[in-house]
């Protein structure tokens, strides 16, 4: 069977709008791409890449979904920081990936294209270009589908789609626990993930009209470079079991 890797980036003045990764089968290209034009309300640069993919690992859903709300930003944040330390994420290493993403990842200001990558035994930034990031690329749902149906009738989100997709391969690439919320200024929910915590999303990690978010993957140094190699070369397969 040959698939096809498809990914999509759209900006406005230079700022990153929206984003997606697909993997089709070659006669769902087209249609992929059609959808895909569509996905960003707003943009002025659009760069789509379709590449074939050579191999790819297929692996099964295995995270407990949850949801929780909080009458304020300090309340999510500080749930937040209690489930990361339920994955084993020392506290004030948690509380230092919160002030990251609430200040602005790039060190210059603002957002980040890519991830945060946190030693978690000692809090020091990983990323080889702290300007950039770290992005999760060439994962998918098997049948995209039939989840997205699925998750939509549970009450979930488009954005919960990809967002399941996204962690599960960061999990599978030996990422320990993940901490995100949207750049998006209307979008407030965010997460957190582990093996042991599972998917957890939580609203609102940050306040309405806030343009700051972003990711932060809690890594062992040691293991840095399998790591990498897997996060942003090996193309990964998500298959849903129906007892999750």
């Known amino acids: 069977m040959e698939l096809f890797s498809i990914r999509m980036r759209a900006e406005k ?3 990153h709008v929206s984003g997606a990764e697909r993997i089709v089968k070659k006669e769902e290209i087209e249609e992929t791409l059609r959808e895909l034009l569509k996905r960003p309300k707003d943009y002025d640069f659009m760069n789509l890449k379709v590449e074939k993919i050579k191999s790819f690992e297929e692996i099964p859903f295995s995270l407990r979904i949850s949801s929780y709300e909080f ?3 300090e309340e999510a944040r500080k749930f937040a920081v209690k489930k990361l330390t339920e994955e084993g994420i020392e506290e004030k290493l948690a509380r230092k990936a919160v002030e990251i993403l609430s200040k602005g990842a790039n060190p210059s200001g603002g957002n980040m294209r890519g991830a945060v990558l946190m030693d978690l035994e000692t809090g020091e930034r990983l990323e080889p270009d702290r300007s950039r990031g770290i992005r999760t690329v060439n994962f998918d749902w098997k049948e995209r ?3 997205t149906e699925l998750l939509l009738r549970k009450g979930y989100t488009l954005r919960t789609v990809d967002a399941l997709a996204l ?3 960061n999990l599978h690439c030996g990422v320990v626990a993940e901490l995100c919320w949207s750049d998006d200024p209307h979008y407030t929910t965010g997460y957190v993930s582990g093996k042991k915590i599972g998917y957890v999303r939580i609203k609102p990690l940050k306040r309405e009209g806030d343009p700051l978010g972003g990711r932060v993957y809690f890594v062992r ?3 840095l470079e399998k ?4 996060l942003e070369k090996k193309a990964v397969l998500i298959d849903w079991r129906d007892d999750f």
Request: net charge positive; hydrophobic share 25%.
């Open 145 to 147: 589908k039939r989840i």
């Open 227 to 230: 790591v990498l190699e897997c």
């Open 167 to 169: 962690t599960m391969k």
């Open 71 to 73: 009458g304020s930003v």
């Open 13 to 15: 003045e230079g700022k």
């Open 221 to 223: 140094k040691e293991s």
